[in-house]
């Protein structure tokens, strides 16, 4: 089993940054895919950014050059940097670890950015 928290959230002004991070526990850290997906009221779940357990990252085309994603195996997390952020990134934030089959999901943290 793995369990996952994420946290650092909050309200933020358009162009303005957060930071995300997702710490994990109950397993072999290195071995999982990580991802950031996001939820916007009334919109389905959607995939932000992925890293494999390899160091190979993704992004959505609506983040990338301003997301960053990072993976700190020795502490057992994973982190979303967001940068130059917009309103329609508005959503709750969820933390996602893939691996040989299962799948395991954080309970969110909720991002707002409003002027």
């Known amino acids: 089993q793995v369990q996952l928290v994420e946290s650092g959230g909050g309200l933020v002004q358009p162009g303005g940054s957060l930071r995300l991070s997702c710490a994990a526990s109950?397993?072999?850290?290195?071995?999982?895919?990580m991802g950031w997906y996001r939820q916007a009221p009334g919109k389905e779940r959607e995939l932000v950014a992925l890293?494999?357990?390899?160091?190979?990252?993704t992004y959505a085309g609506s983040v990338k050059g301003r997301f960053t994603i990072s993976r700190d195996n020795a502490k057992n997390t994973v982190s979303l940097q967001m940068n130059s952020l917009k309103p329609e990134d508005t959503a709750v934030y969820y933390c996602?670890?893939?691996?040989?089959?299962?799948?395991?999901w954080g309970q969110g943290t909720q991002v707002t950015v409003s002027s």
């Open positions: 109950g397993s072999i850290f290195n071995r999982y895919a």
């Open positions: 890293v494999t357990g390899g160091g190979t990252t």
């Open positions: 996602n670890a893939f691996w040989s089959g299962s799948d395991y």
